[in-house]
């Protein structure tokens, strides 16, 4: 296992250092060894090309933190309609206002016995 990580450490943390955090890059190289000593039964003369398998396993690693990534970002999202942030709608309410000025008016303007019962029918 020595052997194979002298061998493959350098290309591997290169391939990693293109497509992962800096941060991450230790993490990333330890689980790929881990996983390599732990294939075939941990029977490392099994694995022909160990540097491919190294490569495989870090591009599997690579896409199962992207969709867990997009899983952890897509359950946080919150979706925002423009109903349920402006609330009520000024203009509806501005209308609604002057109609019924309008409204009032027009009674107003009627003769009194029509207007009471334009009122009347109106409560009604």
Do not use: W
Not at 33 to 54: N, Q, S, T, V
Not at 67 to 82: K, V
């Amino acid at each position: 296992m020595e052997a194979i990580y002298t061998a493959h450490q350098p290309a591997l943390a290169r391939y990693l250092r293109r497509r992962a955090p800096k941060q991450d890059l230790g993490d990333l190289v330890q689980e790929c060894f881990r996983r390599l000593a732990m294939a075939k039964g941990g029977k490392l003369a099994l694995i022909e090309k160990p540097g491919a398998y190294l490569v495989s396993t870090a591009r599997n690693l690579l896409t199962d933190r992207a969709r867990a990534d997009t899983a952890r970002l897509t359950s946080q999202h919150h979706s925002f309609e423009d109903e349920d942030i402006a609330g009520p709608d000024p203009h509806a309410a501005l209308e609604a206002r002057d109609t019924m000025r309008r409204v009032g008016e027009a009674i107003e303007k009627l003769k009194p016995q029509t207007g009471s019962i334009s009122t009347e029918k109106a409560i009604s």
